[in-house]
C-alpha cells in the first residue's frame, strides 16, 4: 500500500513539471520560429539588398555614354536667295484653298536671273531695278477648266519692289507663263482669255495670270476667270504677307 500511495504520489507531483515543461516548449519554439523567421526575411532584405544595388550598378555602368558631338564647323543656314524656291514656299501636296477656289500646285520653277523669266530674252524689262530672283508655279483648279501661272519676283527691299511695280504692270504679257505637265501654249498668232493681277506683298511682286485650259481667245475675262484670278492672287501673296 505504501508501495502504491507513493508510486501514486510520485506520480501526481511528475505531471505538473511535464505539463508546464510542454507549455514552455511550445512558447520556445514559438518564439524560436518567430525569431527564425525574422532572420529569414531580414537575411532575404540584406542579401537581396546588395545584389539589386549591384545589378542596378552594373546596368548602370554598362550603359552607353551620349555621343560626343561631332567635330567641325556647325551647318549654316540658307541664305534668302539660297532659299527663295518654289518647294519652300508653295510645297507639291499641299491643297491651295481660298474662300470657294481649290487648286494644287501643278508644275514650278525657279531662277536667279529675272530676265529668263521674260519671253524676250533680248530686253529685260526689269533691268537696273533690283530684282534678285523669280519663282514660277502653275495653280490648277479643282472644280473648274482653270490654271493660274503665279511669277513671284524678289527685290533687295520694299522701295526696289514698290519702284518697279510700275514697269511689271505695264508690262504683265511680258512675262512667262507657267504650264502645268501636259498643257501646251497656245497657237501662235492666239491671245488667250486671261485674268491679270499684279501686287505688291513687302519686297516681292506677284503676277498672277488665269487662263482656261484649252486656251480659247477672248479680248476679256468672264467671271470664272475673274474669280480664279483674285483667288490664285491672295494665294500667292500668302507666304510674303509678314517678310
Not at 200 to 222: C, K
Request: glycine fraction near 10%; hydrophobic fraction near 40%; aromatic fraction near 6%.
Amino acid at each position: 500500500m505504501t508501495i502504491q500511495r507513493d508510486a501514486h504520489l510520485s506520480t501526481d507531483d511528475e505531471q505538473p513539471p511535464t505539463g508546464h515543461r510542454a507549455v514552455g516548449e511550445r512558447r520556445r519554439l514559438v518564439a524560436l520560429w518567430g525569431v527564425v523567421a525574422a532572420l529569414a526575411v531580414g537575411g532575404v532584405w540584406v542579401v537581396s539588398t546588395p545584389r539589386q544595388g549591384a545589378a542596378s550598378g552594373a546596368a548602370a555602368g554598362n550603359k552607353p555614354a551620349a555621343a560626343p558631338a561631332v567635330a567641325g564647323h556647325p551647318e549654316q543656314p540658307l541664305t534668302e536667295s539660297q532659299s527663295f524656291v518654289a518647294e519652300r514656299y508653295f510645297p507639291a501636296q499641299r491643297s491651295y484653298e481660298y474662300d470657294d477656289y481649290r487648286a494644287h500646285r501643278s508644275a514650278s520653277r525657279e531662277g536667279a536671273d529675272c530676265g529668263a523669266v521674260q519671253e524676250d530674252k533680248g530686253r529685260d524689262v526689269l533691268a537696273d531695278l533690283a530684282c534678285q530672283g523669280w519663282i514660277g508655279i502653275a495653280l490648277t483648279r479643282s472644280d473648274q477648266p482653270v490654271i493660274s501661272s503665279v511669277t513671284v519676283l524678289r527685290f533687295l527691299d520694299a522701295g526696289a519692289a514698290a519702284k518697279a511695280l510700275g514697269p511689271v504692270r505695264e508690262k504683265a504679257a511680258a512675262f512667262g507663263f507657267t504650264y502645268p505637265d501636259g498643257v501646251l501654249p497656245p497657237a501662235e498668232g492666239v491671245v488667250p482669255m486671261a485674268a491679270v493681277k499684279v501686287e505688291l506683298v513687302g519686297h516681292h511682286i506677284t503676277l498672277t495670270v488665269s487662263r482656261y485650259f484649252d486656251q480659247r481667245p477672248g479680248a476679256e475675262p468672264d467671271e470664272v476667270l475673274k474669280d480664279s484670278n483674285r483667288s490664285a492672287a491672295a494665294v500667292a501673296g500668302l507666304p510674303f504677307m509678314w517678310m
